[in-house]
């Protein structure tokens, strides 16, 4: 049994969007503010932060593009629709904050090692510094509002990663302050060089994740248990196996088995399936598609190696 998915709603599309232009253009001057004190007053490390924002603007013009290829409906090639999109975009955003990491850090290790005297940075870039960590707040906290209120794991990862660039531009604003003070300019260097491990470590966490999603895997057996409570709402609905639930953008899809009884009709047995569908979609947010197949009780089925039952996932000890 299959109901019929249900397209994006123009309303979540709309709050990606208009996420990610507030991205591009608080990410876009901020990164200009930053890059160009920087430079000038001689901070490595808010040149840094500077390019980490710049890397920022890149994504919401990703986030931006996904967007477009998100409400585009199912077809002949992408019968599920075109909502994993959006995962993709999350592995991409992942790569591309390493890529800004892995590059400043290196930049900051040349300057380290190449043994000539840099000046101590100038007090304006202090103060960038923490513009930046207001100016980033706010975003950060923006995206993530937006983001868990469409269910939207790209807007929350960049949100995230915003997060992580609070505490980068507080960074810098200490080890500016601690530079001036101290009167050693190595400091800016060994701060910029702390900042870029930061981008690397966030980009990482954001790309395994993403991976798990592109791997059909799911890790929260809470969803499992939810699943199997709603088929036992189901009069004349038994053992349900073989269950696997996979996302799809922020919804579900639901592949299950459940028994009934083998002297009723298949019209009986079909209301049954019609049943349980029901009863997921009441149980279960963002369910997008629910299959349901149907067995005698009692049958065995000794190659079945997908999915999951109850016992399994109780033995799991999920």
Not at 129 to 141: C, P, T
Not at 185 to 209: G, H, R, T, Y
Not at 295 to 317: V, Y
């Amino acid at each position: 049994m299959k109901e019929k998915g249900r397209k994006p709603s123009d309303f979540r599309i709309r709050m990606i969007r208009r996420a990610s232009w507030v991205g591009i253009l608080g990410n876009g001057l901020l990164s200009a503010l930053k890059v160009t004190v920087g430079f000038f007053s001689g901070s490595l490390a808010l040149v840094g932060d500077g390019i980490d924002s710049a890397t920022d603007v890149v994504t919401s013009f990703v986030s931006l593009l996904t967007a477009g290829i998100v409400e585009r409906p199912p077809d002949n090639e992408h019968p599920y629709g075109h909502a994993r999109a959006e995962t993709v975009a999350t592995k991409i955003l992942g790569f591309l904050i390493f890529f800004a990491g892995a590059q400043l850090a290196l930049s900051t290790l040349r300057s380290l090692f190449s043994g000539v005297s840099r000046p101590l940075p100038e007090f304006p870039a202090a103060m960038v510094a923490l513009v930046s960590v207001v100016g980033k707040s706010l975003l950060a906290f923006y995206k993530l509002r937006v983001g868990r209120t469409i269910d939207s794991p790209m807007l929350i990862a960049d949100a995230r990663n915003m997060t992580g660039d609070v505490v980068i531009s507080l960074g810098v604003f200490a080890g500016i302050g601690a530079t001036l003070l101290s009167g050693i300019a190595f400091l800016d260097s060994i701060i910029a060089l702390l900042v870029s491990l930061w981008i690397m470590k966030v980009a990482f966490s954001i790309f395994m994740e993403a991976g798990d999603e592109l791997m059909d895997g799911l890790d929260n057996p809470d969803l499992y248990r939810r699943l199997f409570d709603a088929v036992g709402t189901v009069k004349g609905a038994g053992n349900p196996h073989k269950a696997r639930i996979r996302k799809l953008g922020n919804a579900c899809i639901v592949d299950l088995d459940i028994e009934v009884d083998g002297a009723i009709s298949v019209a009986e047995g079909h209301e049954i399936a019609r049943e349980v569908e029901r009863a997921i979609h009441l149980q279960l947010k963002n369910v997008y598609d629910v299959q349901v197949h149907v067995e005698p009780l009692g049958n065995l089925e000794k190659k079945e190696r997908f999915g999951l039952s109850r016992q399994s996932l109780e033995t799991s000890g999920k």
